[in-house]
Antibody, heavy 121, light 107 residues
Framework: QAQLVESGGGLVKPGGSLRLSCAASGFSFSDFYMSWIRQAPGKGLEWVSYISGSGSTIYYADSVRGRFSIFRDNAKNSVYLQMNSLRAEDTAVYYCARGSGSSWSWREDCWGQGTLVTVSS | DIQMTQSPSSLSASVGDRVTITCRASQGISNYLAWYQQKPGKAPNLLIY???TLQSGVPFRFSGSGSGTDFTLTISSLQPEDVATYYCQKYDSAPRTFGQGTKVEIK
């Protein structure tokens, strides 16, 4: 069955960088959109970014645009989130999720377990 | 950007009760709405998409309705394992905004 495993979280100082990885298995990775969604401690869900199966379509939330970059390597069945200029408010559990449905209408139907990013001096 | 507003923010009900959660979009989103359940310490789990389509494996006591701006998630008979926070999400276009969540507890 479909499985997503995130890695790369940790403690980083404000202004620092971190790259998150999400390894997929159990499905044809290149056929699916992939998203990153985060959840600050004790808070709700915040969508961060998504990328199409081919990598040609990418969107970012306003809160991370210009600082975060999403990309994928379909040969490695992996999607990544490069996070630069990190701020305290980026502290959260980061989930990757698979998007299922048509190219104009897809929902996140499979989620990883999440990886914690803490931005603190 | 379209805002998603859930109500109530929390509720307490007895086992067997019918529970209703609402989600309102600030502009019409047709039926491009999903509902997720998140249990403490776990990743969210897709319950319903296209406003009313039950995801495979989800118990039939969960149902969704609505279109345009007003949507509802109903649990027909609340069970102890339904204790969780429930989120709606629009997916008609980016940003794919979530509601603020509704925490459901057992009375």
């Amino acid at each position: 069955q479909a499985q997503l495993v995130e890695s790369g979280g940790g403690l980083v100082k404000p202004g620092g960088s971190l790259r998150l990885s999400c390894a997929a298995s159990g499905f044809s990775f290149s056929d699916f959109y992939m998203s990153w969604i985060r959840q600050a401690p004790g808070k709700g869900l915040e969508w961060v970014s998504y990328i199409s199966g081919s990598g040609s379509t990418i969107y970012y939330a306003d809160s991370v645009r210009g600082r975060f970059s999403i990309f994928r390597d379909n040969a490695k069945n992996s999607v990544y989130l490069q996070m630069n200029s990190l701020r305290a408010e980026d502290t959260a559990v980061y989930y990757c999720a698979r998007g299922s449905g048509s190219s104009w209408s897809w929902r996140e139907d499979c989620w990883g377990q999440g990886t914690l990013v803490t931005v603190s001096s | 950007d379209i805002q998603m507003t859930q109500s109530p923010s929390s509720l307490s009900a007895s086992v067997g009760d019918r529970v209703t959660i609402t989600c309102r979009a600030s502009q019409g989103i047709s039926n491009y709405l999903a509902w997720y359940q998140q249990k403490p310490g776990k990743a969210p789990n897709l319950l319903i998409y296209a406003a009313s389509t039950l995801q495979s494996g989800v118990p039939f006591r969960f149902s969704g309705s609505g279109s345009g701006t007003d949507f509802t998630l109903t649990i027909s008979s609340l069970q102890p394992e339904d204790v969780a926070t429930y989120y709606c999400q629009k997916y008609d276009s980016a940003p794919r905004t979530f509601g603020q969540g509704t925490k459901v507890e057992i009375k």
